[in-house]
């Protein structure tokens, strides 16, 4: 035993025997000096324990950075910090190509997210001005509680600011009839940088606020960058705009697109460029009216009419105030969005239109049944247009096997052919039936007139239920005849791309055995793809 382990044994017999006997005064103060010796022993344990733990919290300092640390070496190494700063800002475009502005409940617009991520980001952020140049702003009642309006302010001037001399994309969505005084600033900074204006979106605004002095004067700007200018009516009078003429945008050298819904501001009387106007779109208008306006843009290359008819609200024909006026213009698109017969037969009667390559007709799921006056229709058009249509769409429309086949015939120069059947209650093959198929592989060197000679590209989209997967199959490799010489003894066209979809998800069992049966065409050097339609699809 050593002596410390002695003197420590022996003073614990002697403590242990004082407990049971009364101190003297000598034994009071060997007690005494044991308790010094103790307080000091304790305190030089003490600070041996600080400076160990000092140690520890100076360890754990040293591992908390090198896990930081470890962690920003495992961030660089990740694959997206090995894209070029050009790539991530394509990847940036895409997701601020619209960015909403919603200050309650606040919702930040993507490229503040985008720059907060990181140094990185936000240095790519701020050198691409093209980033910040879209804004969607909603101006709703309420905001004026909290100070919103004041928000929204002060984000719209750091867009335009950061968005530099970047062409704007503006949408304006008037949820509110009047315009509130707390708004003002924020649509002044936006008309100030109009002539940036490449894209402008009047959403639901109501006469009140087009007529507010802040809007007047964009009559004294010149908006040389405006390519496209859209508007709608919120509907609260549908007469509002009747003794109203729109003088805005008279001075727009570069505007070519325009869309009107409801029966905009920009749909009676407006001072527009409109022999600049290249591409339309009329959007839940009457005959007359989407007429009316259709005759002014004599320039017009391609159409879009959706919902536009001689059917008032209450199913009456709207005779109008006069004759129409017949369509001459050089348009080579109409794309017609339909829900009932006289959607689709009002462009096509009064107009004759020679340079049309492109017709679409998109129907919907509804109750409309009759096609009988469209067809009439279509075919006195064809005729009397005497046009080379290269491009037909048909969708979901209330049209025959019969009634395509006898369409289709008068359309020799087709080359891309695109029909999908109606789905809802309907869950059967209207057009792809026996017959149709039949016909669209009756290719022989003895047929005088061959149906469709130049078809080259299909899209079918169809019902798996009582389809001949054989006869369909037929039909297609009828049709590929890669042997040029044969091709024109034949008098058709080489099928170049197929594109069948099953509208039923649950079809995968077809998709399977038409790719059996079709899949050489792929290896010979056709584009074939066939599949199901998903829900999100539809």
Same mark, same amino acid.
């Given at each position: ?12 017999? $002697? ?22 010796? #103790? ?108 100070? =919103? ?7 719209? /001037? ?43 979106? =009047? ?52 505007? $070519? ?12 009387? #407006? ?19 989407? =007429? ?147 016909? /669209? ?72 055995? /038409? ?13 074939? $793809? ?9």
């Amino acid at each position: 035993m050593s002596n410390l382990e002695s003197t420590l044994f022996n003073r614990s017999l $002697t403590i242990e025997r004082l407990f049971r006997a009364t101190l003297s005064p000598s034994q009071h103060n060997t007690v005494s000096q044991f308790l010094k010796d #103790a307080e000091t022993e304790m305190r030089s344990h003490q600070i041996q324990i600080d400076k160990l733990r000092s140690q520890i919290a100076l360890l754990e300092n040293k591992k908390t950075n090198l896990s930081e640390n470890i962690a920003r070496y495992r961030s660089l190494l990740s694959p997206i910090h090995k894209l070029p700063p050009e790539v991530l800002g394509n990847v940036f475009s895409f997701a601020c190509e619209e960015n909403s502005f919603h200050i309650h409940p606040v919702l930040t617009p993507p490229p503040l997210s985008l720059s907060s991520v990181c140094g990185r980001w936000r240095e790519i952020a701020l050198t691409m001005p093209s980033l910040w140049s879209s804004m969607n702003i909603r101006f709703q009642r309420g905001w004026t509680k909290g100070g =919103l309006y004041r928000q929204l302010y002060h984000l719209v /001037l750091l867009f335009l600011d950061r968005s530099k001399s970047s062409p704007l994309d503006i949408v304006l969505n008037f949820k509110c009839r009047l315009i509130h005084a707390d708004a003002i600033p924020t649509l002044a900074a936006l008309v100030s940088h109009s002539p940036r204006w490449q894209r402008l979106v =009047l959403e639901d605004i109501p006469e009140e606020c087009l007529r507010h002095e802040v809007f007047r004067t964009l009559g004294r700007h010149r908006m040389a960058m405006l390519t496209h200018l859209e508007s709608s009516h919120n509907g609260y009078d549908d007469t509002v705009w009747d003794d109203y003429q729109c003088h805005l945008f008279h001075d727009c050298p570069s505007l $070519t697109s325009l869309k009107v819904a409801n029966s905009g501001p920009l749909d009676h009387g #407006a001072n527009l460029p409109w022999r600049q106007i290249k591409k339309l779109e009329i959007v839940n208008a009457y005959e007359i009216d989407g =007429l009316d306006l259709l005759s002014r843009c004599s320039n017009v290359e391609q159409i879009t009419l959706e919902r536009v008819s001689g059917m008032s609200e209450d199913g009456v024909e709207d005779e109008g105030d006069g004759e129409f006026s017949h369509i001459y213009h050089p348009i080579s698109k109409i794309t017609i969005l339909a829900v009932e017969e006289d959607d689709v037969t009002c462009i096509l009667k009064h107009s004759t239109l020679h340079e049309l390559s492109s017709l679409e007709i998109q129907g919907a799921d509804d109750d409309w049944d009759e096609w009988d006056a469209s067809q009439e229709v279509i075919a006195d058009f064809l005729h009397r247009s005497s046009c080379h249509l290269t491009t037909l769409a048909l969708s979901k429309l209330p049209i025959s096997d019969s009634q395509t086949i006898s369409l289709l015939y008068l359309l020799p120069t087709l080359t891309t052919l695109s029909i999908e059947e109606r789905t809802g209650d309907i869950c059967t093959n209207q057009v792809f039936t026996s017959s149709f198929l039949n016909r /669209l592989s009756s290719v022989t060197r003895m047929t005088t007139h061959p149906f469709l000679p130049e078809l080259a590209h299909v899209k079918f989209t169809l019902h798996a239920d009582e389809l001949d997967i054989g006869v369909l199959s037929r039909a297609l490799t009828a049709r590929w005849v890669p042997d040029t010489q044969y091709a024109l003894e034949l008098g058709i066209a080489c099928i170049q791309t197929i594109d069948i979809v099953f509208i039923e998800d649950e079809d995968e069992e077809y998709v399977e055995n /038409l790719w059996s049966s079709l899949g050489w065409m792929a290896s010979a050097g056709a584009r074939l $793809t066939v599949s199901a339609l998903d829900d999100c699809d539809e």
